[in-house]
């Protein structure tokens, strides 16, 4: 202990200071506790310690995520183009446009479909507060069924960009390059992963899909949709065969599984 003041505080007090401490009033903590006689108190010391190395770890990844954004940094307004929900047996797809300052530091982007539900509702509102821009585009299962998921996709896509309310200079998209849209655009495999401004689009479009999956599900309690999303699990699939498909099911990506239930 380096004083007698520094000996009162209980180990309850100082847990306290370490729950309450900012991530910047850290290294002040470690030296203050590090040497403390108290085992207990060691301990808060070296887990604020690895909290410390954690975050600098995500800060490089962060700062590698911006690979793109640097390359590109030449354009005023780089726009990050993602979707969710190609795959799944109902729902909509739904396409998300992201326009992050360049200055902005949101640290933890990741592809969606890394991250626990916790982690992207939290960035989600992270994204929404800080963004530049950000616009959605949603079509539903009918227009799936009319035009196939990939032109759907694409048309999601554009009503994201439409939706913006400004025009990007630049879009970086998830793989894929877009018909109908005269921006230019750098489509980037594995986008999701390697690029804070389609992650973030990945997030937004995620996190928007799984709100309207939730609210479906009241209307449509029976099938499940809060917990599978839509997905073809096997629950959902059950559900289907026992009672048949509903409003929002693409029928084009049922056809095996209800021609089964008609025989």
Avoid: W
């Amino acid at each position: 202990m380096k004083n007698n003041r520094m000996g009162q505080k209980t180990i309850a007090k100082i847990r306290q200071e370490y729950q309450a401490a900012e991530l910047q009033m850290l290294p002040e903590f470690i030296c203050m506790y590090k040497n403390d006689a108290r085992a207990g108190v060691r301990k808060l010391a070296e887990q604020a310690e690895k909290k410390l190395r954690q975050l600098e770890k995500e800060r490089a990844r962060t700062y590698e995520m911006g690979v793109y954004e640097r390359q590109y940094a030449q354009y005023a307004s780089i726009c990050g183009i993602d979707e969710a929900g190609r795959g799944p047996l109902a729902g909509p797809v739904v396409a998300g446009a992201v326009i992050l300052p360049k200055d902005c530091e949101i640290m933890y982007l990741n592809d969606s479909k890394q991250l626990s539900a916790k982690m992207r509702e939290e960035l989600y509102e992270k994204i929404i507060g800080q963004a530049a821009a950000a616009g959605i585009g949603i079509v539903s299962a009918e227009r799936i069924d009319e035009i196939n998921i990939l032109q759907a996709t694409y048309e999601a896509m554009r009503q994201a960009i439409n939706n913006l309310g400004i025009i990007p200079d630049i879009l970086l998209n998830d793989a894929v390059t877009i018909p109908d849209v005269t921006i230019r655009q750098v489509p980037i495999v594995k986008g999701d992963a390697k690029s804070r401004s389609i992650a973030a689009a990945s997030i937004l479009a995620k996190v928007t899909r799984d709100h309207m999956m939730e609210e479906y599900d009241r209307v449509y309690p029976e099938y499940g949709f809060a917990a599978h999303k839509g997905y073809g699990t096997r629950e959902h699939m059950d559900a289907v065969r026992r009672l048949g498909p509903c409003e929002i099911h693409r029928r084009t990506f049922l056809k095996s599984l209800t021609a089964d239930c008609a025989n």
